[in-house]
């Protein structure tokens, strides 16, 4: 036989087990993983209406490469296939540094999964060491820049009090618990994710109440992530709205689109600690936690229906 056949048997030999191979296929076996990911903001990320508004106005504003980085986490194309897909995982080997979607894929190697460990299956599978690290989360969910575009969940997350513990908790074990619907701030049950990471304390001083908000979780800031994009406020009846989520502004003016901003504003809660904040206010004043999913400004600015944003919803609330 000639070399080059050899080459080329060798080639399929070597592929055949390979998660390239089998991509169209996943659903087939895995369809618990498929359905959960289908129903999940993730199998979003490249369709969703208010990432292509925000695309376009990206690439109008800042121009193509930095619209290209967008597409490196929302639209990583990985094989054939567009948008986050299983491969986006399950064959991230490495990456060139933790931020900004740089994520190293070998289609041509085995499934990287969490056992590395597959009776019958049609794939090669190796433990991911990688794969398996929050460091695979954190090289997508770290972005920088351009203009208002800045997340670091994961820097946060690394300098975060869980890592003190002996087994420090991380991003899979607390947004993996229903599986592939990695739940977050957009998916149903928001509010219930919200109230299991922080508490409200009132304490009635005279005619002032101390108004506390503790931030439970030790993994990261509350909120977290593209809280630029979202609601979060202390309401106190009768003061002006408190926000925990991230404020935009572009020369001190408030402004709603993260492409228009030249700084942001901080309002979250470092992990494990706690704000307050004092009033004057009458005995039974009202206080509530309110959180809405997408940021009305924004979608009005973009011209997107106003009912993307989600309801408002009290989170918490209490009466002192
Ligand atoms: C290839 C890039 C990429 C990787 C790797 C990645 N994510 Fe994401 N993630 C995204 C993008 C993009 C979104 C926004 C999707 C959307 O809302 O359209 C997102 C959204 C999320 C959300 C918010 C969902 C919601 O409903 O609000 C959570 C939670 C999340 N990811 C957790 C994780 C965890 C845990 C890991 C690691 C096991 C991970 N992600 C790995 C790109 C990635
Ligand atoms: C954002 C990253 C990410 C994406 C996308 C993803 N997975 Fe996973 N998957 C993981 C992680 C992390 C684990 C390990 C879960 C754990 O340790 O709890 C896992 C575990 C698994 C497992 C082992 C059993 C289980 O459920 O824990 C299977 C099977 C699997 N994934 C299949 C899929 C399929 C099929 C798709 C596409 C529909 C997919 N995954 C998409 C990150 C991902
Ligand atoms: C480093 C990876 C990364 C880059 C680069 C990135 N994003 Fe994202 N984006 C994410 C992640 C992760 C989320 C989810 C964050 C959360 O839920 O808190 C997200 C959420 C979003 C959302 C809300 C969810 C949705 O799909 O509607 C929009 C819109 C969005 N990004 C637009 C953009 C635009 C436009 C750019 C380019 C300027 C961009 N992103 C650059 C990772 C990235
Ligand atoms: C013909 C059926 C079949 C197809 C197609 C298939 N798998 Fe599997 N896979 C299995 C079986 C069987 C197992 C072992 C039992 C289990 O974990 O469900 C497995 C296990 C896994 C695991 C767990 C590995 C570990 O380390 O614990 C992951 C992750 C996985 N598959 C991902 C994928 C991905 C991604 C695809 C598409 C590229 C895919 N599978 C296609 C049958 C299949
Ligand atoms: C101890 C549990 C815990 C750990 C560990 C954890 N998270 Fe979270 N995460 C939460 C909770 C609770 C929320 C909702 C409150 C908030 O935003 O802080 C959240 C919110 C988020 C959001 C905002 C979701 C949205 O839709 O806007 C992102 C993004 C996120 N986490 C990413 C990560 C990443 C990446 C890691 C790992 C580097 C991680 N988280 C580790 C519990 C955790």
Do not use: K
């Not at 995982?89 to 740089?102: I, L, Q, S, T, W």
């Not at 994520?103 to 190697?109: D, E, I, Q, Y």
């Not at 794969?131 to 090289?139: D, F, I, Q, R, Y």
């Not at 990261?220 to 406020?233: K, Q």
């Amino acid at each position: 036989m000639s070399l080059l056949l050899w080459l080329a048997l060798g080639l399929v030999a070597c592929q055949s087990g390979s998660i390239g191979a089998h991509q169209a296929d996943c659903a087939q076996c895995h369809n618990q993983q498929a359905e959960d990911f289908a129903a999940s903001q993730l199998s979003q990320s490249a369709t969703s209406p208010l990432f292509v508004a925000l695309l376009a106005e990206t690439e109008a504003v800042h121009g193509e490469t930095s619209a290209a980085l967008c597409e490196s986490c929302h639209a990583p194309t990985v094989g054939h296939e567009e948008g986050l897909s299983c491969a986006s995982c399950h064959a991230a080997v490495g990456n060139r540094v933790a931020e900004n979607g740089e994520l190293v894929h070998n289609l041509s190697g085995p499934v990287r999964g969490p056992t590395g460990s597959a009776p019958g299956a049609p794939h090669d599978t190796l433990a991911g060491v990688f794969a398996n690290s929050s460091e695979l989360c954190g090289t997508c969910h770290d972005v920088a820049g351009p203009a208002g575009f800045e997340e670091s969940p994961y820097a946060h997350w690394l300098e975060a009090p869980t890592q003190q513990s002996p087994a420090p908790q991380g991003c899979a074990d607390c947004h993996m618990q229903q599986g592939h619907r990695f739940e977050g701030l957009w998916s149903t049950g928001a509010d219930q994710l919200l109230a299991s990471a922080m508490r409200l304390e009132l304490a009635r001083e005279g005619g002032e109440l101390v108004v506390t908000v503790h931030n439970d979780n030790p993994g990261h800031r509350l909120p977290d992530g593209a809280s630029y994009l979202r609601r979060l406020s202390v309401n106190i009846d009768g003061q002006a709205t408190i926000w925990l989520s991230t404020r935009l502004q572009r020369e001190g003016s408030q402004v709603y689109s993260p492409n228009l901003a030249d700084a942001q504003i901080q309002g979250s809660i470092p992990p494990l600690e706690s704000r307050t904040w004092t009033v004057t206010s009458p005995e039974q004043t009202r206080v509530c936690v309110v959180f809405q999913a997408i940021e009305p400004g924004l979608l009005q600015h973009l011209g997107l229906a106003p009912e993307l944003a989600g309801p408002e919803v009290e989170v918490l609330c209490e009466s002192g």
